[in-house]
């Protein structure tokens, strides 16, 4: 089974362009995952059949949201983190809105695990979203995914706007401090780790060189001067049937490029 995960930024966009049919041909998934798809499901007629479609998308028009795409129809599809981990956590937004109506997250229920897919928000330039970020956002998804590991194991995938380590951007000595690489935001991802979910990435590929988002400007991406911040975790009780974690830097069409996760029958 495949599972991939893209952020398009912009589905109409790729779709109008002719490339999200032959992402979806070289990939041969079984579940996609979709960032900042900035549409609702209305607004786009996607270019592939075979799937069971299922869409989160912002209240507010043109922004952030996410969909799964399934071959398999899942058990349940729920939008949103739970009130639980929103009350828990006072995930009530800041002065750039609320995280909780802009279809950050969107998890299905399969007969083996749960996967859910995550649009992190953005610390923003001037770190004006870092303490939502810290404070709110990060604890209650880590609560959200650690209740549905009760039930079944959990893969959690998407954008996680943040390069975990040094390895994970070209140039971290002069982006420490900046948004996706704050000590606050890397200390979150490290809580998924130390509670026991597992970056599959590097179950397989170690040291630097290796990104999924570039910026349009300097011919970054030609230059592979980039950040690795799209990631698939999963529960420990997954972990022996991962057998291929990857990153498709030559898919375009966005600014990211597809991340995917390979697991044995």
């Known amino acids: 089974m495949r599972l991939v995960s893209w952020n398009v930024n912009g589905i109409r966009a790729v779709s109008k362009k002719g490339l999200f049919a032959p992402f979806v041909e070289e990939l041969n998934p079984d579940i996609i995952c979709l960032q900042e798809t ?11 059949a075979g799937y069971a479609e299922h869409w989160s ?12 795409f399934s071959r398999v129809e899942p058990l349940t599809v729920t939008p949103g983190l739970p009130d639980a981990s929103i009350t828990k956590f006072g995930v009530v937004g800041d002065q750039f809105g609320n995280p ?13 695990f749960f996967v859910v897919n995550v649009y992190t928000p953005n610390a923003k330039e001037d770190l004006g979203r870092l303490s939502l970020r810290h404070v709110q956002w990060d604890p209650a998804f880590l609560h959200h995914v650690k ?6 194991p959990v893969i959690f ?10 390895d994970d951007l ?8 900046r948004k996706g690489f704050t000590s606050e935001e890397r200390a979150g991802f490290q809580n998924y780790l130390d509670a026991g979910f597992v970056d599959t990435f590097r179950l397989f590929h170690q040291g630097n060189g290796q990104y999924t988002w570039w910026s349009h400007f300097a011919n970054a991406r030609e230059r592979n001067i980039g950040w690795r911040i799209d990631y698939f975790l999963v529960s420990p009780a997954l972990v022996e049937r991962v057998i291929a974690a990857d990153i498709h830097p030559d898919i375009l069409g966005s600014d990211h490029c597809p991340v995917s996760l390979t697991l044995s029958d």
């Open 147 to 152: 209740e549905l590991e009760v039930i079944k």
């Open 57 to 68: 998308s912002a209240e507010k028009k043109g922004y952030s949201g996410t969909a799964i």
């Open 157 to 166: 995938c998407g954008d996680l706007n943040v390069a975990h380590t040094s």
């Open 170 to 177: 070209a140039n971290p000595k002069t982006n420490v401090g």
């Open 100 to 112: 909780n109506t802009e279809g950050r997250v969107l998890s299905a229920e399969f007969d083996d």
């Open 38 to 48: 900035k549409a609702q499901q209305a607004q786009c007629e996607i270019d592939v």
